[in-house]
């Protein structure tokens, strides 16, 4: 008997199939920048209030169109040649392709220290890499004939141009994972050419998802930004290689058992097929639950996500085992897996590890238990409140270098206002209003137009801040309550306030929607309910801790300003979703060697068969997402860093020690109401009794 892809002919068919689809992939991924949407405006709901009022305040200036705020300096005092430049400056800018009308300024600070302009710039078709076109263009013109006069580019232009620039160093995460992929694949299996396979197979399903993620993003309206592409590229590397492992192992193991590599294969697949496609679907399933996101980032990911996933997974259950065959057991060089040979008898770490805690696993698991307990309570002290604009970067950019400088000259707001729209004949109540509100520094007079009015107000505080944001709420709940006015309240602070609330939303929606679904599928995978709940318990512990570990490290080593919104909600997705992947590795190898030998057995040959591929798969993943280390971006940062954590804590503890110790604790009654609880006794094995070291393949 063969399957499919390890078939002797069918192994040239998939390859075949999978050059053919590659050719149109690669020219369609390379074209998924083209419809990326990076705008905040563009990721929120058109029932957002900061949409609604962009849609009505569009009469009044230009659509699609961010503030670039130019900062002077100088420490002396500005001089009149220095003024002089300043205007000679602004009317240059006009001739920059993607400005938009008159420059506002330059105006002087009271201090006589700093000059500031406003140049609105056009972001429509070509986005953030539009505005980052046009602030080089500005800065090119401002850095000429300067005489030791600063200048800087800030404000949401500048912001936008700087977050390209970081984006940028996304093909240094690419070269980043894929090194990490294939030094754990060599240190795994010592084999110099065994990692190019999944390698190639994981590259090609990650060009395959992207063409996917762009048809439907150019067709179908599915909103991706580039926030989607770097986390798709360590999650497809990452889960891929994950799969590999698993895959690769159990073909080793079956080629000690079999003569013909084909039916090795074979065997390998329909033995490892059903963990494999089961934890996949936990992972793609859990990130297409995201689609009930009311935030269009957040939306777009799910599913971007989940087709990354199981294109992987396509990959690694066709194109990885038609390679592997193809190439025969010279593949894993020099230490080729003879037929009939056992491999070494010599007890692993995972065999000694579970001897130790078969002596003892209600202590082992409670004590395990409340160690993470412990760790969790750092999650009181995470900031998940958005993070201000001038907290973005890990490096010092030039948007927050000028920001810093405005702020010392200038009101923190100017150049960045809120925008109130209203009827017109309530103008001057609203501007009345706003001009009480605390927090707002002033009011400009109001712009009428067809019967509505566009008041501007300058905020006291940084735009983005938390302070500048409670002073949006309360700017909104007191021009709300003008009778009449119709006054909504808009701009990029209120931008980021609605993403908060938005994120908080999907957060309280979507977390025990996740945990239905995988409770269901582990509930389904193993027929049981008392096994899926002790691991969904150890799972969403695991993602305590490391949400508490992660916000110490944020808070007190890298002294980060916040955490983005929608940081707590894809950790979430990613851990669990992630976390229960190797959970299921292990216990549906358990659950295999419970029906032969009794559950506590099982356990214990099930950790020692599984302990070295879902370490290896661990340490992909966590290697994967610290990855995203390499890009200045606060965001990239943590959530690299908290799934990394989160994903070395699962592999490392959770699994092998916790998991482990419950199931010998609980016994046959983790399968319960199966047929296994039923028919097996495990009074051979007691608690205090050492099992037998377990002589397997593949550990």
Sequence with gaps: ???????????????????????????????????EKNDNAAWLPGGAESTKVAERAARFQPAETLPAIVIYSRPEGITPADMTKALADAEAFQGIENVVGRPQGPSRSADGKAMQTVVHVHDGREGWDGARKVVDAMTRVGEQNADGLGFHVTGPAGYASDSVKSFGGGGLVETITALVVVAILLLTYRSPLLPLVP????????????????????HAGLTVNTQTSFILTVLVFGAATDYAL????????????????????????????????????????SL????????????????????????????????????????????????????????????????????????????????????????????????????????????????????????????????????????????????????????????????IRDGEALVLGTLDD????????????EARAAIHQIEGAEALLGGNTAVALD??????????????????????????????????????????????????????????VFDFAGADANFPLLVFVFLVALGIDYNIFLVTR???EAMLHGTRRGALTGLSATGGVITSAGLVLAGTFAALGALPLVFAAQLGFAVAFGVLLDTMIVRSVLVTALTLDVGRWMWWPSELFKHHDDAALSAGEPDAEPALAGT
């Design 1 to 35: 008997m063969t399957s499919l892809p390890a078939g002797r002919v069918a192994k040239w068919v998939i390859v075949a199939l999978w050059v053919a689809l590659l050719v149109p992939a690669l020219t369609l991924a390379g074209k998924l920048g083209d419809v």
């Design 199 to 218: 390698l190639l197979a994981a590259g090609g399903a990650l060009v395959t998802a992207e063409a996917v993620i762009y048809l439907l993003a150019k």
């Design 246 to 285: 698993l895959l690769i192992s159990r073909y080793r193991e079956e080629l000690r058992r079999h003569q013909d590599r084909h039916e090795a294969m074979a065997q390998a697949l329909r033995r490892s097929g059903p963990a494999i496609i089961a934890s996949a679907a936990t992972v793609a399933v």
């Design 288 to 447: 297409l639950v995201l689609m009930l996101a009311t935030l269009n980032s957040t939306k777009g990911l799910g599913p971007a996500s989940a087709i990354g996933i199981l294109v992987g997974l396509l990959a690694m259950v066709t194109l990885t085992p038609a390679l592997l065959v193809i190439c025969g057991r010279w593949i894993f060089w020099p230490a080729k897996p003879s037929y009939g040979f056992a491999g070494a008898t010599r007890p692993s770490i995972w065999t000694r590890i579970g001897a130790v805690v078969s002596r003892r696993p209600r202590i082992v698991w409670i004590g395990t238990a409340l160690v993470l307990g412990v760790m969790t309570i750092g999650m009181t002290g995470l900031k998940a409140d958005g993070i201000p604009s001038n907290g973005r970067f890990t490096t010092e950019t030039q948007a927050v270098a000028g920001e810093q400088i405005q702020s010392r000259h200038f009101p923190a707001g100017s150049g960045d206002p809120i925008h109130a729209v209203a009827e017109a004949a309530s103008a001057e109540r609203v501007r009345t209003v706003l001009s009480g509100v605390p927090g707002v520094a002033g009011v400009a007079a109001p712009m």
């Design 462 to 473: 940084p735009p983005g801040s938390s302070a500048a944001m409670r002073t949006v709420e």
């Design 499 to 556: 993403i908060q609330q938005a994120a908080t939303r999907d957060a309280e929606v979507i977390i025990p929607i996740v945990l239905v679904v995988v409770f269901g599928i582990l509930a389904l995978l193993l027929r049981a309910i008392v096994a899926p709940l002790l691991l969904m318990a150890t799972v969403v512990l695991s993602l305590g801790a490391a949400l508490g570990v992660s916000a110490v490290v944020f808070n007190h």
């Design 590 to 592: 358990v659950r295999e």
